[in-house]
Structures are given as C-alpha cells and as structure tokens.
C-alpha cells in the first residue's frame, strides 16, 4: 500500500451503471475491448510508446465522482483508456476528467477493497471520491485507488 498524487487525466470508455443490473461492469468491457481501434489513437503513451493504464473509473450516479452509494453498490463505471486531455470521445465512448486527488494505491486482489477501507476507518481517513480500478499495461497488474485528498 502506498500514496501517491495523480493529477487530473483522462478516461474515454464505455460507460454504465449498477442499475444495468448483474455483469454491468464486464459487458462494457467486452464492449471496450472490442472496439478499442476506435480510441487508440486517442490513449495517452509513455515515452516507449506504450499506452499508460487502462481504468475502471467510477462515480456517483450524478457524475460528480464522489464514492457509490448505498454501501457501494450504486454507481457509474467507466471501462476505459487513460487519454490526453485533449481527446474528444468517438461516439459511442464518454469522456471523462478525474480531478486531482492524492490516493492510496494498493494491489487489487479478492478482499483488499474491504481490507484498506477498514484499515482507513481505523485510521480516521475517508474517501473524498470514488475508488478507481487501475491496470497497468506494462505488467497487468491491477491496482486500487482509493482518494483521499483532493490536490
């Protein structure tokens, strides 16, 4: 588990809800996966030309990118690319600008979501938005970021 600060950036995806009812979230990314040439261009790039990270990013119901609801079990989900700021999404894809926040990072693997909300309880430090589902392209490593500061 570590904390870092993420500046504000850019997911282009697919976008849906918790009210789409069971298996939401890997339709769209079925949805993303298969359409992905459509954005590509658009995926912002390390110095070696690879495409920087890939995000689930999530959101309240009114976009305003605070923690689902309702024991977090309502909320947008964004299955997507991490773009340049500039990029306009296709149609089809939603665009969306996560603000600035300093996170903790930590290894996504069954129960580490309950397990670093608790350990913050403990510690007195509260989600100030929504938690994000990070995989880095570069080692498929999936990754939580859970914001607990806004920069």
């Given at each position: 588990?570590?904390?870092?600060?993420?500046?504000?950036?850019?997911?282009?995806?697919?976008?849906?809800?918790?009210?789409?009812?069971?298996?939401?979230?890997?339709?769209?990314?079925n949805d993303?996966?298969?359409?992905?040439?459509?954005?590509?261009?658009?995926?912002?790039?390390?110095?070696?030309?690879?495409?920087?990270?890939?995000?689930?990013?999530?959101?309240?119901?009114?976009?305003?990118?605070?923690?689902?609801?309702?024991?977090?079990?309502?909320?947008?989900?964004?299955?997507?690319?991490?773009?340049?700021?500039?990029?306009?999404?296709?149609?089809?894809?939603?665009?969306?600008?996560?603000?600035?926040?300093?996170?903790?990072?930590?290894?996504?693997?069954?129960?580490?979501?309950?397990?670093?909300?608790?350990?913050?309880?403990?510690?007195?430090?509260?989600?100030?938005?929504?938690?994000?589902?990070?995989?880095?392209?570069?080692?498929?490593?999936?990754?939580?970021?859970?914001?607990?500061?806004e920069v």
């Amino acid at each position: 588990m570590m904390k870092v600060i993420k500046e504000k950036f850019v997911v282009i995806g697919k976008e849906g809800s918790t009210l789409d009812g069971e298996g939401f979230i890997q339709k769209l990314w079925n949805d993303a996966n298969s359409n992905f040439s459509e954005v590509a261009h658009l995926a912002k790039r390390d110095a070696n030309g690879s495409i920087v990270g890939i995000w689930g990013a999530m959101s309240d119901i009114s976009h305003s990118f605070k923690p689902w609801e309702d024991g977090f079990r309502k909320g947008l989900y964004l299955a997507g690319v991490e773009c340049v700021d500039s990029a306009e999404a296709p149609d089809g894809w939603v665009k969306w600008t996560i603000p600035s926040y300093e996170y903790i990072v930590a290894e996504n693997h069954r129960g580490v979501f309950e397990k670093i909300i608790g350990q913050m309880n403990q510690e007195g430090i509260s989600l100030v938005g929504a938690v994000h589902d990070y995989t880095d392209p570069a080692t498929g490593k999936g990754y939580l970021y859970f914001p607990i500061r806004e920069v």
